[in-house]
T-cell receptor, first 114, second 115 residues
Framework: AQSVTQLDSQVPVFEEAPVELRCNYS??????LFWYVQYPNQGLQLLLK??????LVKGINGFEAEFNKSQTSFHLRKPSVHISDTAEYFC????????????FGIGTKLQVIP | ETGVTQTPRHLVMGMTNKKSLKCEQH?????MYWYKQSAKKPLELMFV???????ENNSVPSRFSPECPNSSHLFLHLHTLQPEDSALYLC??????????????FGEGSWLTVV
């Protein structure tokens, strides 16, 4: 079975500063990796995903993530955050093939401080 | 506007009530999911329907009863719930995934409070 660890439950950062949200996973087989964002009072929406190919994945709203197989990590980064990035971010992993049995991390709340 | 619509957005029910949550997807997907989101816990996958057949039931108590009448609609019937069942219930859909990691699309959720 796969699992996801998000090491930080809350990350405060000043506006226009860079941010990194950490995610580590464990799985005995190949997986696909995702980052979802949840704005207040809304459902989750996809930020980006890694399926194969280049390990640096670019997503919406200026976010990017890098897949590191040796470290089993998939950290999310943004060089300069905005107030509107305040939200909860979920890392997720799913096994390849079949329907989507996705395992989510516990989430990291990003608070952007003006 | 999301392609997955959930109603009601907010529901307060007593422990002896019977109610239902409804989900409708307009994306042409053929897999649908119910997730439970509680504070300080990872999202919990409750049920998965693929091609209208239930393929996953993650040890969910029988007081939660899903129904998938067709590929566009998914219900979660609730009866004799407990206060600890209060949470955000998220519906989601995706394509039947064959060779790629298709995106899961989520609804905005139904906030359930059991009193």
């Amino acid at each position: 079975a796969q699992s996801v660890t998000q090491l930080d439950s809350q990350v405060p950062v000043f506006e226009e500063a860079p941010v990194e949200l950490r995610c580590n996973y464990s799985s005995s087989v190949s997986v696909y990796l995702f980052w979802y964002v949840q704005y207040p009072n809304q459902g989750l929406q996809l930020l980006l995903k890694y399926l194969s190919g280049s390990t640096l994945v670019k997503g919406i709203n200026g976010f990017e993530a890098e897949f590191n197989k040796s470290q089993t990590s998939f950290h999310l980064r943004k060089p300069s955050v905005h107030i509107s990035d305040t939200a909860e971010y979920f890392c997720a992993v799913t096994l390849r093939g079949g329907y989507q049995k996705v395992t989510f991390g516990i989430g990291t709340k990003l608070q952007v401080i003006p | 506007e999301t392609g997955v619509t959930q109603t009601p957005r907010h529901l307060v029910m007593g422990m002896t009530n019977k109610k239902s949550l409804k989900c409708e997807q307009h994306l042409g997907h053929n897999a649908m999911y119910w997730y439970k989101q509680s504070a300080k816990k990872p999202l919990e996958l409750m049920f998965v329907y693929s091609l209208e057949e239930r393929v996953e039931n993650n040890s969910v108590p029988s007081r939660f009863s899903p129904e998938c009448p067709n590929s566009s609609h998914l219900f979660l019937h609730l009866h004799t719930l407990q206060p600890e069942d209060s949470a955000l219930y998220l519906c989601a859909s995706s394509r039947q995934w064959e060779s790629k990691g298709d995106t899961i699309y989520f609804g905005e959720g139904s906030w359930l409070t059991v009193v």
